[in-house]
């Protein structure tokens, strides 16, 4: 994998480093998914400065509402999930 491509949002900093590697898509899906259940990005800013800089710091939180959609969501997998084998 030679070049980083895709919006710098979910960017993993091996790629903004240039040492891409299967372990950055990793990255990306986790980013995704915060953005998913979280309905909002974990790295953003203003300039694309600054959003690199907290892309590289790893720089993000979790607000308490946040925190209690996530329980809500992993309840809801789970459900799914016992849904499944019963099928």
Not at 19 to 25: E, F, I, K, R, V
């Amino acid at each position: 994998m030679f070049e980083g491509v895709g919006t710098i949002y979910t960017m993993a900093p091996q790629v903004l480093q240039g040492l891409y590697t299967s372990q950055a898509d990793l990255w990306s899906v986790g980013v995704i998914s915060y953005m998913l259940l979280c309905g909002e990005m974990p790295f953003s800013g203003r300039k694309r400065r600054n959003v690199i800089d907290k892309i590289m710091r790893g720089d993000y939180t979790f607000r308490k509402e946040v925190s209690e959609r996530s329980e809500r969501a992993l309840s809801l997998r789970k459900t799914r999930v016992r849904a499944t084998k019963k099928h």
